[in-house]
DNA sequence: GCATGCACTTACCTCAAGGTAATCTTCACC
DNA sequence: GGTGAAGATTACCTTGAGGTAAGTGCATGC
């Protein structure tokens, strides 16, 4: 395995082929959809197993209806969760990660493990940061 | 290596411990950084070697000034850029990443690489996904 | 016949991220 | 003395992500 600036310069390389100085960009696209504020929350919640619409609702109780149902369906939309329509009275709904949905569990972990891991070292920064200014 | 539902649960667990499902998340307050639109671009552009100010803006064109500092503040306040003046004439100013920064490289690299294997797929899905609706 | 749960949809509003453009200071060059 | 580069800061404005609240259709339970 290389060290990190050799993968650094790796991934910059593709980083840059990818951007092309300009365009649409895949990896500003994904960043766009896991940056926002409940689609991880919804793909981690849901990696323990399918879960139906109010079930999800509860488990993640923040999240307003309308996010819900639309984060859904943009994680729908790109293929992340799969949503089945069960015709029993009442119909119910169950959402569950894809493959491709399952794949991002992953690599998107190491950067909660990292997150966890720097989070004293962040903080501490902040502190003394915020201290001088 | 366990697999992914395993690594699943494990990340799940850790989110939800950390989350206490409420309060400040480190896993939020990470994705809020990363998820903006251009720390992820600097620390990836600064990853191949320590800039200048307007080297960066050079290599990045579309960011705009205010963003480009105040993305470098943000970093700098978090511990993963360093800032660098030298008193030349005129005073130059140098960015790069601190270690903590450079540890950010490989967890973040590892997304990258999803996200270029997976935009097919994704492109696939939304296109047949809008075909429908 | 009323309330409640399920799975949504719609209209409206707020707030903050980010863009634009002007300004500042110091130095060097011509 | 005027211009331009370096490294910013500031005021102002736009856009859209996300919140709130209400409504919908259907079915069961009391």
């Known amino acids: 395995m290389q060290n990190a600036t050799g993968l650094a310069e790796t991934y910059i390389e593709r980083w840059s082929a990818a951007a092309d100085l300009s365009g649409p960009c895949p990896v500003r696209d994904v960043l766009d959809k896991i940056g926002d504020k409940w689609s991880m929350l919804l793909v981690m919640t849901l990696a323990c197993g399918p879960k139906r619409f109010n079930e999800l609702h509860r488990e993640v109780p923040d999240i307003s209806q309308k996010m819900l149902t639309q984060t859904l369906r943009d994680l729908q939309r790109d293929g992340l969760v799969s949503r089945h329509v069960f015709d029993t009275k009442p119909p119910s709904v169950e959402y569950?990660?894809?493959?491709?949905?399952h794949s991002l569990i992953v690599p998107f972990g190491q950067l909660i493990e990292w997150a966890n891991q720097s989070m004293p070292s962040i903080a501490k920064s902040r502190v003394s940061f915020d201290k001088v200014a």
């Open 96 to 101: 569950r990660l894809t493959d491709l949905g």
